[in-house]
């Protein structure tokens, strides 16, 4: 409890700055009193990366030097836009998730390449040849030709958006493997930044990082052809990655790994969903769940650019993270497998009452024996009017739904971490593993999630414990799991009217107030349970990244942590930016002054 006096003010605005401030000082003392392992994690993480930060001067030139990782990199200091430390666990997860894939395929190259062998050993002795004799050098038609000249060891990297060089530097220093990497940019000044940072670590700037100047998407549809193609396409822009996701998908070889983010989540979480549309091709609804639905929304999206080149997305890793999304997919080629995109993606129905939801796959696929057959999806799925509360539905998507992550990779990742050195994550290297262990406990097959929260903000009752919760619908039968997205998530295979079920029990439990008639709440109360839900605690009610005490959801480790403004042309910016503005408004008050010398003119001819 605080030891605080609410004074009279003379004022209903008065009043309510009051209570304001009451609830700010609460929610400080309830922060301070946490005091948890996550927000000392977050402090640390902000303390680190502006220790990092000191000025470099170059031929009269001040620069900023930050160290990350094991790069050094030097921006403009008239420029620190240039630089967000927020996005740097985007880069440690992208280091460690590109590591995770070279090991991979690694491996499915050598496994190939040795299936090939022994297939050439056995044509030469069913030939009467000795299958011990050199053979040669491998056969060069389809798409195995790609990787004949090639020391299969090795990636080749596209860092499409490269800004100042810093991604590529770690990619080039902390990453086994890597043949080279193109660091492009669309900017001259920005490809200048980015040579100065290659030669400032020592990396040789002709053969391991290749500084590119050029639009991001003519790269890549420069590098269509397969013995141009890249192992790994990294797109990480300022706002929306749509304008360049048909040329990614297009640019990566067989089996390679293309890395989004994507930060105009305002879009992606419903609050613009006829631009949603306009850029992703899908309509985005504000619910609970909104940051998987965003992540669902991209999957499909790129996954719809991949089949029109008989190409289709395998997702490893999809997380929503601070205010942005980062996702991890490998690209294949095959004509048979594009067949399948059509019951991959779902619409969305969604109670405007109650929230309960519906998916409508866009098509299915029957089998019989060896038959396949494709067919167009049937439904709707629900009524006109939401069985549990008689309200209309609204429709979203479509999107993914299928598994947005890999549990295989997901696992190799963990292990991979694991395995970094400690001083290379040390701002992150809890929080990685601690998400990534909730990502490895989320059910795959279960798309989108409910909040506790919001269900018992529906029916306006007194909310359970997490665990109570989870231990019913355990003790029913179903499955359940947490989100990464969403501390609060209850992601489950249980339908809608089971958890009301298990809702209208609680309530009998507590003091419940009967709800206003007409509302969604009444409408829900109204009805029996159908299922007696029994409350005892299970075994699995918490997940066991919660038991272990990881960082599962950090807090930030400083104010206004987020997105900053769009980077600036160049160095000088600033000033060209403010010359440039005085000008127009220059301008303007000079049109103005000359209208008025002309009105007034004409108000003497009227008079004469």
């Known amino acids: 409890s605080l030891n605080v006096k609410v004074f009279s003010f003379a004022g209903t605005r008065c009043m309510l700055r009051g209570c304001r401030l009451v609830l700010q000082m609460s929610q400080k003392a309830v922060t301070k009193k946490k005091g948890s392992a996550s927000a000392a994690a977050a402090g640390t993480a902000g303390a680190a990366a502006a220790a990092a930060r000191e000025l470099h001067t170059i031929d009269g030139e001040e620069f900023i030097k930050v160290k990350e990782g094991s790069a050094e990199i030097l921006f403009p200091k008239s420029n620190e836009v240039f630089y967000n430390p927020v996005q740097e666990f985007n880069r440690d997860l992208t280091v460690a998730v590109i590591q995770t894939f070279q090991r991979i395929n690694s491996k499915e190259r050598a496994a190939k390449a040795e299936a090939r062998k022994q297939n050439r050993a056995a044509e030469q002795k069913k030939r009467g040849q000795d299958g011990d004799d050199e053979a040669g050098p491998a056969p060069t038609r389809g798409k195995d030709s790609d990787y004949v000249p090639r020391d299969f060891t090795k990636i080749r990297i596209l860092e499409a958006l490269s800004a100042t060089g810093l991604r590529s530097v770690r990619f080039a220093k902390e990453i086994e493997g890597v043949d080279f990497i193109v660091a492009n940019d669309y900017s001259e000044d920005a490809v200048v930044n980015i040579r100065r940072n290659v030669l400032h670590n020592g990396v040789d700037a002709d053969t391991k990082i290749k500084p590119s100047l050029g639009d991001a998407s003519l790269v890549m549809y420069q590098h269509r052809a397969p013995h141009l193609r890249f192992d790994v396409v990294d797109i990480d822009p300022y706002g929306s990655a749509a304008p360049f996701l048909d040329a990614a998908v297009q640019s990566v070889v067989d089996g390679g790994l293309v890395c989004v983010t994507c930060t105009d989540m305002a879009i992606l979480a419903g609050n613009h969903s006829e631009s949603c549309y306009a850029k992703y091709g899908a309509i985005a609804l504000r619910t609970k769940a909104c940051h998987e639905m965003a992540l669902r929304i991209i999957l499909h999206c790129i996954n719809l650019h991949a089949s029109r080149y008989k190409r289709y997305i395998v997702p490893v890793l999809s997380m929503s993270i601070d205010f942005y999304v980062r996702l991890f997919m ?279």
């Not at 479509?398 to 292990?415: K, R, Y």
């Not at 829900?524 to 349970?529: D, F, G, L, R, V």
């Open 330 to 608: 490998r690209v294949y080629t095959s004509a048979s497998e594009v067949k399948n995109s059509a019951s991959k993606a779902s619409m969305v129905y969604q109670c405007v009452g109650c929230d309960a939801t519906e998916l409508q796959p866009l098509g299915k696929v029957s089998k019989s024996g060896a038959s396949v057959k494709f067919k167009p999806g049937t439904g709707p799925p629900v009524d006109m009017h939401c069985g549990h509360c008689g309200r209309a539905h609204q429709i979203g998507g479509p999107m993914w739904n299928t598994a947005i992550h890999d549990g295989d990779f997901v696992s190799e990742l963990l292990q991979t971490i694991h395995e970094i050195p400690k001083d290379r994550f040390e701002n992150n290297r809890d929080r990685l593993v601690g998400q990534l262990s909730v990502v490895k406990e989320e059910l795959p097959d279960v798309p989108l999630y409910y909040t506790l929260h919001g269900m018992v903000a529906k029916l306006h009752c007194q909310s359970p414990s997490m665990s109570v919760f989870r231990s019913a619908i355990l003790n029913a039968g179903y499955r359940v799991s947490s989100s990464h997205a969403n501390p609060l998530a209850v992601k489950t295979d249980a339908p809608a009217e089971v958890l009301w079920d298990i809702l209208r029990c609680w309530v009998k439990t507590t003091n419940f107030k009967q709800p206003k008639e007409g509302s969604p709440a009444h409408a829900i109360m109204a009805k029996e349970p159908k299922l007696e839900a029994n409350f005892d605690k299970h075994k699995d009610a918490v997940e066991s990244s919660k038991r272990q005490g990881l960082t599962r959801f950090p807090l930030n480790p400083e104010p206004n942590w987020g997105p900053k403004a769009r980077a600036k042309a160049g160095s000088d910016a600033s000033a060209v930016g403010a010359e440039i503005k005085e000008q127009q408004v220059h301008k303007r008050k000079t049109q103005a002054g000359d209208g008025e010398e002309d009105a007034e003119d004409d108000k003497k001819k009227v008079k004469e």
